[in-house]
């Protein structure tokens, strides 16, 4: 029979080969218990896998971070990695419970070691359920920007490399995203935070451009808080001062589809990363932050703004924190100092730097760092002179000039909602002795007559300031010997001990 059928014409061997094949589809389609073919979604089932992608399924779990709820590719990008690596497990961690929800569902059995895990506060949630640590087990941690997709041989140099590295961790770029090292400056005395080029780009402290982050779960269980927002700006300033490493990996993952490409999309994701870079800065008590280029960008107080620090009762509350006075409060003194001495001088007053100010010009050419004011010494007859100083109030500038509620002094703020303040310390000359003018501050104390004749002119704050014409020995008679070489040693100290 089958020597037969070989034999016969090859027309009648083609209908013989197709009927077989119809025949064959009818019974898959009839009896899908008795399937001959894998209908599952993963494109290589663990049965299958080899032994290394079993290996890093256990070895790693991916993180979904950074990305937009409004538009996204995460469920693409999760499918990625679930066809590549079936058993790996992986977290998607939102702020919200996603809206419009992820177009997969959890209970797929293809997903089933896929977390959506939100971060809101729900009143019958525990702490574990708010804690996305509590649903990592393995012993790293791949950081997964959107649209990305994976790739095998990526994964096991990174793991390789990592496992080399052991006080690192390992950034892999996304398609062809540009990765910029940076290194960070965290001067938590001073509020400020300052970013720099490294042009090695062998070990940096931060990167910037699209791309992957492997990092060492126990670690993450030491920082205060991994997964804030902006990620992975915020990640990177904890581990800085962790002293933890990044070295940027020349393999790099497949990137997805492009999204947020329409201009209120991206408007709308940058105005959220800002919102999210302020409130940050808000918690870290970040001021002022140093770009690469040189720029610096203001996240303090403004004119239209509280200063940082609250009324001082004794020591300022920066001091008692071991910091400096706030870089924008001591930016909103010079201006306010700068306004005052000009206006001072144009009415043809005899002014000069006072104590704490004249103290700061001698040491720095500037402002002490933990200055809490601006002092300014003014002859009481030339008051008069003054218009500002006799009716008081805003002037055209939005600066607000008052007298003192107790004493015979005056306050000129930087502006009615910021007082930030500049202090004009009205002296009466008597017997060659320049005498305090009803008024009593602590470190005040009178002087002769001849360190004003004449005065001098300093450096401070940028300007040209007049000043007692022996500075060093103006000081060491207000504040005790060697006040100059006490108030580098000392700090603060020397004022608040």
Sequence with gaps: MLYRLLRCRLTFKLYIILTIIVIVSLVAYFFPQYKIYSIAPVTVTPSVQPKNSRHLSKLMTVVFRQFEKFENDVADSVQ????????????VVCETTPYPPFPFSATNETLRNVKVVSL??????SPQDLRPLSYISTEFVLFVPDSTRALRRTLQQAAVAITAYPTHAIALGVGNARLICQQVKWNYADWTLQYSKDASGKLCDAIHGQHALLIRTSLLHTLPQPFLLPF?????????????????????LGAGRSVLKSPAAKQRAQRRMRDNRVSLYKQLGVKAVIRED???????????????????QGTPSYILAGRNTPPCCR????RAAAHVLRGLQQAGARCWLE???????????????????????????DLSRVSWLQRGGADADGFVWER??????YRVAYSATNRVYVLVLPFTPKNGTMWPADWVLSNQKPFPERHLHPLAQIQFAGRDAPAPNDARAFLDLKLGGNAVERCNAMGPKLLYP
Excluded at 80 to 91: K, Q
């Design 331 to 334: 930016r909103n003194m010079r």
């Design 294 to 312: 040189g720029r610096v960008q203001w996240f303090g107080c403004k004119r239209e703004t509280q200063r940082c620090f609250p009324s001082v």
């Design 80 to 91: 990625s990695f679930v066809s590549a690596f079936p058993n790996m497990p992986m977290v």
């Design 120 to 125: 809101e506060m729900r009143l019958n949630a």
């Design 355 to 381: 104590t704490t100010s004249l103290l700061g010009a001698v040491v720095r050419a500037d402002i002490l760092p933990w200055a809490e004011y601006i002092e300014i010494g003014i002859h009481a007859s």
């Design 404 to 409: 003192a509620t107790k004493g015979h002094y």
């Design 232 to 252: 992975p700006e915020s990640l990177y300033l904890q581990t800085t001062v962790k002293n933890v490493k990044v070295q940027i990996l020349d393999s790099k």
